[in-house]
Structure formats: structure tokens, C-alpha cells
């Protein structure tokens, strides 16, 4: 396999929710908020599905205009398709 695509034994990728940071912002937040316990990692997975979608319609957005990088200007695109 290529050094690449290997991942180092000394380098932990993290693949957990950041649940106590989620849990602290809604408190400061909303402090009257109650919540599932499992409703931080909802909040967690829309967000992230949100943010693939953006990306994707970025990429969308900058395939169009011809142009190889995504610029400010495809996501702006993108996320005011998003509101309407």
C-alpha cells in the first residue's frame, strides 16, 4: 500500500461526536432546551449532512463556470439555492 493512503500509528483519527462540546453550547445556548439523549448526535448528523450537501453543490457550481477550485463564490451560490 502507498505511504499516502496509510495512516501513521502514532496519528488517532477521531470518529466520535464531539458530544460534550455539542451538549455545553446547547446548555449556554438554550438553557430551558431539553433533549434525548441521543439528540446531540442528531443535531451532529444533520449538520453534517448538511455540509456534504453544500460541498456538493459547490462543486456542482464550480464544475459549471469551467473552473477547477471552489470558490467563495460556488458556495455562496449554493447555500442561497439552500434558502429558496
Known sequence: MALST????????????PRGFLKRV?????????LEKSGDLLVHLSCLLFVHRLAEESRTNA??????????EHVLAAAKSFVE
Open 26 to 34: 446547547f446548555k449556554r445556548q438554550k438553557p430551558q432546551l431539553r
Open 63 to 72: 464544475c459549471e463556470n469551467k473552473c477547477g477550485v471552489i470558490n467563495k
Open 6 to 17: 496509510t495512516v501513521s500509528q502514532r496519528k488517532q483519527i477521531k470518529r466520535k461526536a
